[in-house]
């Protein structure tokens, strides 16, 4: 894995355009989830998409391919999103817990293989969650995201938001524990 | 059962998902739950809810995607032309530095011959002297300055 990570490391110092494609195809789902998970809006994540590639080009060789690409990857996305918050509101992510509006910000995957019926109940249940996962705080939306969505470890979660190992885990209980009473006395 | 054993239990059943347990605590738990209906229930909405939670999908839009690809392709050219650029200053400051070390004595003896026909003091045309060498260096460091503080505030 190392060698790989080297490799990427190489590819964006030179800012290698396949490269940058091949990593875009990679992770654009990933990327767009963690920052609509991070703002709660649709369409201030799209924007936090574009502007998280560009800078990953400027900022191509500061990689050195310790950590795994998607750390460095989500460690950009949030400072930009603290970054646009501060100039905005001299807050933090805190701010950011405030749920979006306009377009739906999850939408159920949907193979040929659902009827219309199946397909508005998987709609209606992926709504339901969201509603839930929005009212939580930004902080354990985001921390529950990378650990049960991403699979990361704590560790590589602590480097991603620069926080402490203990306040993770205390996020991730908190988070969990807020999303399982939300999801279960609203009976969603 | 205290109220003690149903905390432990429940902080135990989130920490199984959150950075899983010890064989003891696991075991523990394990017998809290046979006999304890309110932890079983409480075990079974903590699973349920990271179920629901790992369901959840988003869509990318294709559109954005190929936006961003030409954004990106856009910013590499304009990053290569800037580089090209500024291997162009350092290449005409390098030359700049080079003829003007050579130059040196003959524009200082030019100085001072003109600071002796027109009359002006000895610290006036050295003034002069050190200006001429120095002004193109601060041109060409105000020229960085204003690029890298541009190019911040667009990131």
Redesign the interface.
């Known amino acids: 894995m190392e060698r790989e990570t080297q490799a990427l490391a190489r590819g964006l110092r030179r800012?290698d355009?396949d490269l940058?494609?091949r990593l875009?195809?990679q992770y654009?789902?990933r990327l767009?989830?963690y920052l609509?998970y991070l703002t709660g809006s649709r369409e201030a994540a799209?924007d936090f998409?574009?502007e998280t590639?560009?800078?990953v080009?400027?900022r191509g060789h500061q990689y050195n391919g310790k950590f795994k690409f998607e750390t460095w990857l989500f460690t950009i996305a949030r400072n930009l999103v603290i970054d646009f918050r501060r100039r905005k509101t001299a807050g933090s992510l805190d701010a950011l817990s405030e749920p979006g509006e306009g377009q739906p910000?999850?939408?159920?995957?949907a193979p040929d293989n659902l009827s219309p019926a199946d397909l508005a109940a998987a709609h209606e249940?992926?709504e339901r969650?969201?509603a839930a996962?929005v009212r939580l705080p930004a902080f354990y939306r985001e921390v529950?995201l990378l650990?049960?969505?991403e699979d990361l470890s704590?560790e590589e979660i602590a480097a991603v938001v620069a926080a402490p190992l203990s306040t993770v885990?205390s996020r991730?209980?908190r988070g969990?524990?807020e999303?399982?009473e939300k999801?279960?006395t609203e009976k969603v | 059962m205290s109220e003690n054993d149903h905390e432990r239990a429940e902080?135990l059943i989130?920490?199984d998902?959150?950075?899983g347990l010890s064989p003891t605590d696991h075991q523990w738990v394990n017998r809290h739950l046979e006999t304890c209906a309110r932890c079983s229930k409480?075990a079974d909405?903590?699973e349920?809810?990271?179920r629901?939670?790992?369901?959840?999908?988003?869509?990318?839009?294709p559109v954005?995607?190929r936006?961003?690809?030409l954004?990106?392709?856009a910013?590499?050219l304009e990053?290569?032309e800037r580089r090209v650029q500024l291997t162009m200053l350092w290449i005409s400051c390098a030359l700049s530095w080079v003829l003007g070390a050579l130059s040196a004595p003959f524009v200082w003896r030019a100085f001072a011959w003109l600071g002796e026909r027109s009359r002006i003091p000895a610290f006036a045309w050295q003034l002069g002297f050190a200006l001429w060498w120095t002004l193109p260096a601060v041109a060409v460091t105000v020229v960085f300055v204003m690029r890298r503080t541009r190019a911040e505030n667009r990131?």
């Open positions: 800012r355009p940058l494609d875009i195809e654009q789902y767009l989830r609509l799209e998409f574009q590639w560009v800078r080009i400027d910000m999850a939408e159920p995957a249940e992926s969650i969201w996962l529950l650990r049960f969505q704590l885990k991730l209980y969990l524990s999303l399982r999801l279960e | 902080r989130l920490g998902w959150v950075e409480f909405s903590a349920q809810a990271l629901r939670l790992r369901s959840v999908s988003v869509r990318v839009d954005l995607v936006a961003t690809r954004r990106l392709h910013r590499a990053l290569h990131l």
